[in-house]
């Protein structure tokens, strides 16, 4: 069965440093998520593409996180520099859009630990 | 705002039993769809359940119902025949339908479900 792909699987890093999330969604998928989800918390959108284009960067903190799916496939979130408060999960979700039908499936996620 | 809460930070059910979670939610929107996603531990987040606002029916999967009550905007889980492998965080979910055009996914907080052998 297809699944989302996602590495690292854990980071740990030094705050200020520049960290990269890697995203491979299911193939065919033209829609992709990343997600935040604190521990304790539920997951948040933090930035939606459909191809390659950008439908909603309205909760990325753009002065640190950035976001690109440059080919329409796989996608890279950055963020730099990494403060504390970025540990989190951080999560990828793709679909295939049908309408009310839509279904998002989740990658594992990386989890992210800033010191 | 639409907001999704659920009152329920853990929960404990017993190996073959019926457990209830709870999530109630707010919205001023009339069509919008209700999930329920289970992540278990160190593994990915998976769809138990949808339901379409405008379905009066309640949804079932297997062993998994729901109890839909729009107008309380109440939408509880109800897993039957628990097994061990149902232990997991479980998360409510919204999302707008706005005339085609979906919105964005809302969380709740998540109830944490043990299941006792």
């Known amino acids: 069965e297809a699944e989302v792909a996602q590495s690292p699987r854990y980071k740990i890093t030094e705050k200020s440093q520049a960290v990269a999330f890697w995203c491979d969604p299911i193939s065919g998928h033209a829609t992709l998520y990343w997600y935040r989800q604190i521990l304790g918390q539920g997951p948040e959108l933090l930035v939606q593409?459909?191809?390659?284009?950008?439908?909603?960067d309205s909760q990325l903190p753009k002065d640190r996180f950035s976001a690109e799916r440059l080919k329409g496939v796989d996608s890279t979130l950055k963020i730099q520099p990494a403060e504390l408060g970025d540990s989190a999960m951080y999560l990828c979700a793709s679909s295939f859009l049908s309408g009310y039908q839509e279904t998002q499936y989740f990658g594992p996620g990386t989890r992210l630990l800033v010191l | 705002a639409q907001t999704v809460t659920q009152s329920q930070p853990e929960m404990s059910v017993q190996e073959a039993e019926t457990v209830t979670l709870s999530c109630t939610y707010d919205t001023s929107e009339s069509d919008y769809y209700l999930f329920w996603y289970k992540q278990p531990p160190s593994r990915q987040m998976i769809l138990v359940i949808r339901?379409?606002?405008?379905?009066?029916q309640n949804a079932t999967e297997n062993r998994f119902s729901v109890n839909f009550q729009k107008a309380a905007k109440s939408f509880s889980l109800k897993i039957s025949d628990s097994q061990l492998g149902d232990a997991a965080m479980y998360f409510c979910?919204?999302?707008?339908?706005?005339?085609?055009?979906?919105?964005?996914?809302?969380f709740g907080k998540g109830t944490k479900l043990s299941v006792k052998p």
């Open positions: 339901q379409e606002a405008y379905k009066q």
């Open positions: 593409f459909q191809d390659e284009s950008v439908v909603d």
């Open positions: 979910a919204y999302r707008p339908n706005y005339g085609g055009s979906q919105g964005n996914l809302i």
